[in-house]
């Protein structure tokens, strides 16, 4: 309810803000075509302002970009423990304790972009995470009990092309394609220790991705539609697991390899960007990504079915012809989602 409410009075502001801008647009003086496209060019979230160039929306042939990300998320979440038993459905004979849990993540994202051609552009993307967990969960003895911890490490490495497939016509959008690879290079679940306070900075999977962005400019905004599609490899992994000997009744851990496969995702996203003057640009957009259960030796794994959907808003500011600072805020509409995610980015064209 929180999540919704928050995400309401957002749109609302958002609606204020632009009609406001338009009316002024208005009272001075429309943009062009061109210069709209300028201003609107941060569109998507995967093709950022320094990506674009007058006639098109990657780089230009032997064009070098790098852009510097940063991004600050925040998670949360109750879960009720039951220390006792029920009678009746609304009865429970015990103790009832809930534990409150928080995750603070901070990415570094720096990127490196190429245009091969005109119509072909290459990126790589190498994170560093800080991320603080903590866990509270009130107890009768001490009044409460807290643990915090916190670890920092490289990320998953990925590298990203991307596809010009089409030039806007009078009724058709542009359409950008492109195929993301990501790496298992940060320290996932099955290498860490979390008895040392140790946390995963990366999936522990290989993956790939597919995106296919429609673009339709409707002077002075611009309206798009994303569609993603993510399939990560199945992974085989030994663990030691405790088992008693029959024969002697003694506790010995046994190794056991477990073959552990992610669901695939499904990812839409759409919205708008308005051209609030020649360098200021606002933008809106909703995005929903469906996560399929994942499955352990084949079998599905209860509860792992994930459902996040959010909405975004951000400004992108033209500094100069070759810096861009794009600043955008998500809220969280579904558990599965961050509750706030707060991201700016620089684009620096070379």
Known sequence: MGKTLTSCIAIILFAVFVFAAQSKAEVSGSLDPDQAREALKGEPPSITPSDVRRGGLLLGKGQFALDLGLSYAHFSENQIFVDGFALLPVLVIGEITVEKIQRDIFII?????????????????????????????????????????????????????????????????????????????????FEIDPAKGEMPMGTGFYSFKGTLSFIKSADPAVVFLNLGYTHSLPRENSLFVATQDETTKEIVYVPQTLEISPGDTWELGFGAAYALSYKLAVNMQFQQSLTLKTKKNGEEIAGSLNNAASIRLGGVWAWSDKVTIDLSTNFGLTNDAPDNILELRLGFKM
């Open 109 to 189: 994202s720096p990127t490196g972009k190429v245009g091969l051609t005109d119509r072909i552009q290459l990126e790589v993307t190498i994170p560093y995470r800080y991320q603080r967990e903590s866990f509270f969960r009130p107890d009768v003895a001490v009044g409460k009990e807290e643990e915090e911890n916190f670890d920092d490490g490289k990320g998953d490495i990925y590298a990203t092309a991307l596809f010009h497939l089409m030039n806007e016509g009078a009724s058709m959008p542009n359409v950008l394609a492109g195929l993301t690879f990501k790496s298992r290079t940060g320290d996932s679940v």
